[in-house]
């Protein structure tokens, strides 16, 4: 099993930024492909973005060339650190990770493993 804990999610203006943090804990050694999804009131939950052990990422296109997936695997923590963040963004944000290393070119949320999620709303 894994276990992970989100934080960071908050409150901020249009156009600011927030850091995400998904500390993992249990059997890491087993986890290839950690991703961020978010889901917002009504609608289904959609990739934002996903890294692969190594390094590689992907990202949905509504965020690139805004939000930054990274990850420290000596604290066992993914990042996503958001910039010029829109009304739009606004969602409950979840951590995920999977042993199959193909999840992180997936879009679909079928990820072994979810935190609980933490909220982020951009107001205008």
């Known amino acids: 099993q894994v276990q992970l804990v989100e934080s960071g999610g908050g409150l901020v203006q249009a156009g600011g930024s927030l850091r995400l943090s998904c500390v993992a804990s249990?059997?890491?050694?087993?986890?290839?492909?950690m991703g961020w999804y978010r889901q917002a009131p009504g609608k289904q939950r959609e990739l934002v973005a996903a890294i692969t052990n190594g390094g590689s990422t992907n990202y949905a296109d509504s965020v690139k060339g805004r939000f930054t997936i990274s990850r420290d695997n000596a604290k066992n923590t993914v990042y996503l650190q958001m910039n010029s963040l829109k009304p739009e963004d606004t969602a409950v944000y979840y951590c995920?990770?999977?042993?199959?290393?193909?999840?992180?070119?997936?879009?679909?949320?079928?990820?072994?493993?979810w935190g609980q999620g933490t909220q982020v709303t951009v107001f205008s």
């Open positions: 995920a990770a999977d042993r199959l290393i193909l999840r992180v070119w997936a879009k679909a949320p079928l990820y072994d493993y």
């Open positions: 249990g059997n890491i050694l087993s986890i290839n492909a």
